[in-house]
């Protein structure tokens, strides 16, 4: 059975490196039709006109973000790859609108909106010989809110003409020009006026000079390029000093930016938008650490305050600190569900050998050193991504629609061998089947790989604080507390595969170990059920169904191998080409994204939204927030026993409490951001919010008695 190990390495990187259908030139998703355009109308030559740029047309109610988002949100991000000698400059975003939300207020856009990007082309500028075209590739991601939030992504290609003008758009680039804010005017000798901004105590003075003389008098709206200044949605008052606009803003009491100069734009009923860069006169107050941009300000509170939350030591807490954590961590792992397949396997096997002392000692340390290296390679990935601006977190694999039905095909056809559908040596060469025997260090390194691909979706007490504090780390620091996580969780079996009293105490090996072997089965199964539920969370009711019927055939596939001379010829070209079609055809229901569940009115759990807790804390309400996912089984055990539990949602009732479910089963920059603000870095989170007070957060593993108790807290 242990031959599966390279299987299970061949599934991962399959699932890793699956490419997707061909990309266009057009994204639709139920609120966004996203559309890569080009604009040059003089063709792709040095020193001319070129534009690239993305077209977002919303559906009724939504809307995306500014360069600056406001209170909550992210701004779309574009990232190119153009043909050499072809540069893509920043976005000239276009002037947006406030789009308030309570006593908060976004800046973005709805309805139809282009964002062009200027290309710059240099004379070392060749197209392909013999080409009348260039590939012009696109990633582009964007936050798509109403009055819950969707990330959305997409790639685009576009097939840019080189030679003649290429003005299909051009259009749209018109009327995205005219929608730019334009500068002040400048005054005499080409000098423009000096605009300039004051802090004064809690208040921002601004004053802009050079606006045209129609504006005057005008009630003009008011958007600083930079975000965490001003109280976004506070009320403000401004006035007209002869050529001069004047304002007074609130500040923002934890503002993170304190610039030189500050750019902003003002727009008039028309929406028509003017620029200035407004020089900062006097400095700025001092302010507590802010949270990422794009962190709704409640959340703040917890870089401050982290230490007095007892379970959210992360913010403050030592490497060594880290380190005791983390091995703390990984042993409790061992005791989590998603964990218990694996470790069964490995006691068949230890039975198996219980006096060869020397082979229990090697493999002990080939699956720790599996184990470690796991954690150190998944780390690695999470760092690197981290760096090059992912918002990712612990558990970050399984947000893939890909990696979950890989996962799901390969404990199919474990559970299948454990239940005596099949042996190895039956379907491969005698020289690949007795790989086990001859390399059994690689089979138990091999193991503890396959270990922690299933004990990645778990969080563990302990866990949390130690990655979120791991993640904020220099990259060699960050490895080590990932190496000890590695450790902890591979300690129980090293520990066992040293002392010879462990193996002498188990059951000797008997017809009991069959039996044990077929009953094994039966956990995998359910793991498999449980990896198309998840995918049912990701994909739909479609994509569960399209696995489910892959998985059928997969399994005929793995019986018709099992025959003998032309039926397992017959039967075998047979179910190849069944499960080849099926793919073909039902594939892509698995890659799909579902569409978010809204609740309905009156349901107690409301989605979680960026801003959501900022606007229920205005009102005096206090709000407990569950961060989840369907592939963390943690999360499961807690939603179905403690959270469902009558005694703890009397508690919420009678408090008033607000109950809102951060849903992180696919990626999500703005709950990453939010996590990553409460010292966390993957999920189980619960956190309690109270308005004047510091976040509370609870330990991973939910007691009826500590959620009460912090419920009923004064």
Same mark, same amino acid.
């Given at each position: 059975?242990?031959?599966?190990? !390279?299987?299970?390495?061949?599934?991962?990187?399959?699932?890793?490196?699956?490419?997707?259908?061909?990309?266009?030139?057009?994204?639709?998703?139920?609120?966004?039709?996203?559309?890569?355009?080009?604009?040059?109308?003089?063709?792709?030559?040095?020193?001319?006109?070129?534009?690239?740029?993305?077209?977002?047309?919303?559906?009724?109610?939504?809307?995306?973000?500014?360069?600056?988002?406001?209170?909550?949100?992210?701004?779309?991000?574009?990232?190119?790859?153009?043909?050499? =000698?072809?540069?893509?400059?920043?976005?000239?975003?276009?002037?947006?609108?406030?789009?308030?939300?309570?006593?908060?207020?976004?800046?973005?856009?709805?309805?139809?909106?282009?964002?062009?990007?200027?290309?710059?082309?240099?004379?070392?500028?060749?197209?392909?010989?013999?080409?009348?075209?260039?590939?012009?590739?696109?990633?582009?991601?964007?936050?798509?809110?109403?009055?819950?939030?969707?990330?959305?992504?997409?790639?685009?290609?576009?097939?840019?003409?080189?030679?003649?003008?290429?003005?299909?758009?051009?259009?749209?680039?018109?009327?995205?020009?005219?929608?730019? !804010?334009?500068?002040?005017?400048?005054?005499?000798?080409?000098?423009?006026?000096?605009?300039?901004?004051?802090?004064?105590?809690?208040?921002?003075?601004?004053?802009?000079?050079?606006?045209?003389?129609?504006?005057?008098?005008?009630?003009?709206?008011?958007?600083?390029?930079?975000?965490?200044?001003?109280?976004?949605?506070?009320?403000?008052?401004?006035?007209?000093?002869?050529?001069?606009?004047?304002?007074?803003?609130?500040?923002?009491?934890?503002?993170?930016?304190?610039?030189?100069?500050?750019?902003?734009?003002?727009?008039?009923?028309?929406?028509?938008?003017?620029?200035?860069?407004?020089?900062?006169?006097?400095?700025?107050?001092?302010?507590?650490?802010?949270?990422?941009?794009?962190?709704?300000?409640?959340?703040?509170?917890?870089?401050?305050?982290?230490?007095?939350?007892?379970?959210?030591?992360?913010?403050?807490?030592?490497?060594?600190?880290?380190?005791?954590?983390?091995?703390?961590?990984?042993?409790?792992?061992?005791?989590?569900?998603?964990?218990?397949?694996?470790?069964?396997?490995?006691?068949?096997?230890?039975?198996?050998?219980?006096?060869?002392?020397?082979?229990?000692?090697?493999?002990?340390?080939?699956?720790?050193?599996?184990?470690?290296?796991?954690?150190?390679?998944?780390?690695?990935?999470?760092?690197?991504?981290?760096?090059?601006?992912?918002?990712?977190?612990?558990?970050?694999?399984?947000?893939?629609?890909?990696?979950?039905?890989?996962?799901?095909?390969?404990?199919?056809?474990?559970?299948?061998?454990?239940?005596?559908?099949?042996?190895?040596?039956?379907?491969?060469?005698?020289?690949?089947?007795?790989?086990?025997?001859?390399?059994?260090? /690689?089979?138990?390194?091999?193991?503890?790989?396959?270990?922690?691909?299933?004990?990645?979706?778990?969080?563990?007490?302990?866990?949390?604080?130690?990655?979120?504090?791991?993640?904020?780390?220099?990259?060699?620091?960050?490895?080590?507390?990932?190496?000890?996580?590695?450790?902890?969780?591979?300690?129980?079996?090293?520990?066992?595969?040293?002392?010879?009293?462990?193996?002498?105490?188990?059951?000797?090996?008997?017809?009991?170990?069959?039996?044990?072997?077929?009953?094994?089965?039966?956990?995998?199964?359910?793991?498999?059920?449980?990896?198309?539920?998840?995918?049912?969370?990701?994909?739909?009711?479609? =994509?569960?169904?399209?696995?489910?019927?892959?998985?059928?055939?997969?399994?005929?596939?793995?019986?018709?191998?099992?025959?003998?001379?032309?039926?397992?010829?017959?039967?075998?070209?047979?179910?190849?080409?069944?499960?080849?079609?099926?793919?073909?055809?039902?594939?892509?229901?698995?890659?799909?994204?579902?569409?978010?569940?809204?609740?309905?009115?009156?349901?107690?759990?409301?989605?979680?939204?960026?801003?959501?807790?900022?606007?229920?804390? /205005?009102?005096?309400?206090?709000?407990?927030?569950?961060?989840?996912?369907?592939?963390?089984?943690?999360?499961?055990?807690?939603?179905?026993?403690?959270?469902?539990?009558?005694?703890?949602?009397?508690?919420?009732?009678?408090?008033?409490?607000?109950?809102?479910?951060?849903?992180?089963?696919?990626?999500?920059?703005?709950?990453?951001?939010?996590?990553?603000?409460?010292?966390?870095?993957?999920?189980?989170?619960?956190?309690?919010?109270?308005?004047?007070?510091?976040?509370?957060?609870?330990?991973?593993?939910?007691?009826?008695?500590?959620?009460?108790?912090?419920?009923?807290?004064?």
């Amino acid at each position: 059975m242990r031959l599966l190990r !390279p299987l299970f390495l061949l599934f991962w990187l399959a699932a890793a490196s699956a490419a997707s259908a061909a990309p266009g030139a057009v994204v639709t998703t139920e609120r966004v039709r996203a559309e890569l355009l080009a604009h040059a109308p003089e063709g792709v030559e040095p020193g001319k006109p070129v534009w690239l740029g993305l077209q977002l047309k919303h559906q009724p109610e939504w809307h995306t973000y500014w360069k600056n988002p406001g209170d909550s949100g992210l701004p779309t991000q574009l990232q190119w790859t153009l043909p050499a =000698g072809l540069e893509a400059g920043e976005i000239a975003w276009p002037t947006p609108k406030k789009i308030p939300i309570g006593n908060l207020a976004n800046y973005g856009y709805e309805d139809t909106v282009l964002l062009p990007v200027p290309v710059t082309v240099s004379g070392s500028f060749q197209p392909p010989p013999g080409a009348a075209t260039v590939d012009v590739k696109l990633q582009a991601s964007w936050l798509v809110c109403r009055k819950e939030c969707i990330p959305e992504e997409g790639s685009f290609v576009l097939k840019l003409p080189v030679r003649g003008a290429t003005g299909l758009h051009g259009p749209a680039f018109d009327a995205a020009q005219k929608a730019q !804010p334009r500068p002040v005017a400048a005054g005499l000798q080409g000098v423009r006026p000096e605009s300039t901004v004051r802090a004064e105590g809690s208040q921002l003075m601004v004053e802009v000079q050079g606006l045209p003389v129609a504006l005057r008098g005008q009630k003009l709206e008011f958007f600083p390029e930079l975000g965490e200044i001003i109280e976004t949605g506070a009320a403000w008052t401004q006035s007209w000093a002869g050529a001069v606009w004047k304002a007074q803003i609130p500040l923002n009491p934890q503002r993170s930016n304190s610039p030189d100069v500050l750019p902003v734009v003002l727009a008039g009923a028309d929406g028509a938008g003017w620029r200035a860069e407004a020089r900062v006169v006097g400095g700025w107050p001092q302010v507590a650490q802010a949270a990422p941009a794009g962190v709704p300000p409640a959340l703040q509170a917890a870089l401050d305050a982290n230490a007095a939350a007892p379970a959210a030591p992360a913010a403050n807490m030592g490497l060594a600190a880290a380190l005791l954590f983390a091995l703390l961590g990984g042993l409790i792992l061992n005791l989590m569900p998603c964990v218990f397949p694996v470790l069964a396997i490995k006691v068949v096997g230890f039975t198996r050998h219980a006096d060869d002392v020397r082979g229990h000692r090697l493999g002990g340390l080939a699956y720790t050193a599996g184990v470690v290296v796991s954690f150190l390679a998944l780390a690695a990935v999470l760092l690197a991504l981290r760096a090059a601006g992912e918002q990712l977190g612990w558990g970050f694999q399984l947000q893939s629609p890909l990696v979950v039905a890989a996962l799901a095909a390969l404990f199919t056809v474990i559970g299948l061998n454990l239940a005596g559908v099949f042996e190895f040596g039956s379907l491969l060469p005698s020289s690949v089947a007795s790989l086990q025997a001859r390399h059994p260090v /690689a089979d138990a390194f091999l193991t503890g790989v396959l270990a922690v691909a299933v004990a990645s979706p778990c969080t563990a007490p302990f866990m949390g604080a130690a990655l979120g504090f791991a993640v904020s780390l220099p990259a060699a620091q960050a490895l080590l507390v990932f190496a000890f996580l590695g450790l902890g969780m591979a300690l129980p079996y090293l520990v066992a595969s040293w002392v010879p009293a462990v193996a002498r105490a188990l059951p000797r090996p008997g017809a009991w170990m069959d039996t044990f072997r077929r009953f094994m089965a039966f956990p995998m199964f359910a793991t498999v059920a449980w990896l198309v539920w998840v995918l049912g969370q990701q994909a739909g009711i479609d =994509g569960a169904g399209a696995l489910l019927a892959l998985l059928v055939a997969l399994s005929l596939v793995v019986w018709a191998f099992t025959l003998h001379g032309k039926a397992r010829t017959a039967m075998g070209t047979l179910s190849l080409v069944l499960f080849a079609g099926l793919a073909w055809a039902m594939g892509g229901a698995i890659v799909q994204t579902a569409a978010p569940q809204t609740a309905a009115a009156g349901e107690r759990w409301q989605p979680w939204a960026p801003g959501r807790v900022d606007q229920l804390l /205005a009102t005096g309400q206090p709000v407990f927030v569950d961060f989840t996912a369907a592939w963390c089984v943690t999360c499961q055990y807690n939603k179905k026993t403690t959270l469902a539990d009558r005694e703890v949602l009397a508690d919420f009732e009678a408090r008033r409490f607000t109950l809102l479910r951060a849903d992180w089963t696919r990626r999500d920059p703005a709950i990453t951001a939010a996590l990553a603000a409460l010292g966390r870095n993957g999920v189980p989170v619960y956190v309690i919010y109270r308005a004047g007070r510091p976040p509370v957060v609870l330990s991973e593993v939910l007691g009826v008695q500590e959620v009460r108790a912090a419920i009923n807290a004064l």
